[in-house]
């Protein structure tokens, strides 16, 4: 009898393991796109980073100038001081965490279609303010720029929209009402979600004062910065996102994922 209900438990820990990943699991799937995106541009910008503190010229060579209309690209994973890329990363680690909390809101698929538009305008945001910079630069002086800080504004942009139209699903988590994915919260989970909502609610008007109160600071004004490539690069972030919430509600009709289930 011992070694059965031994053998009890030993499967009843498996169960419960099992069921603790495979919660982890659904929890992540949500998100794979932006933590795909964290992850590729950290690896690639360090690795550039280190290759140009090893070979000091290359930094000229992968720069965005006039002569140089490569780095239309290879310029968004330069950094040449360690400082620089650092104040990059938190950044974009931070705006990642807050997207995924405002999303959290939506059913599954919902939130995997935003996170995948949030990856593919992180790159496009920086791509194409540094295109638009390039021109600029064909008729003006030439001077180099580096950074991946159009992309990073490019998130910003899309944090932004996400986390405006999120706010009827924010408010009526918190009254408890069904949300976009047709479900009530559980009396167990409830009041964290709420909790995440009320900071979302909280994170929209920050946002929306920061920029209409300060845009100097809310663009990163200062000596050396490039405040064109921030300013594309949000802008260009917000237009796309604004793009897809025009279309998502049919989407969602289509695909009948705002039903109950």
Known sequence: MRKKRGGKRAAERSRRARNARESISMTLEGYRAV????????????????????????????????????GVLTSLFLHVEAEHLLSNLEALFAVSILFCAVIHVYPLKMRKMWSSVFAALFFVSGAGSNAVEYLILLTGRNVRSWGGSGMVYGAMGVLMVAAIASVPDQVARIAGKRTASGRRSSPLTGLAKRLLSAFSLVLVAFLLWGLFTDMGGFFGEGPNIDLTSHVLGFLIGMAGATGFFIRAPRQRNRSGSSRPR
């Not at 290759?51 to 140089?68: C, G, M, T, Y």
């Open 35 to 70: 933590i795909a995106v964290v992850v590729v541009f950290t690896l690639i910008s360090y690795g550039v980073h280190l290759a140009v503190e090893s070979n000091p010229p290359l930094a000229q060579l992968l720069s965005l100038s006039r002569d140089s209309p490569w």
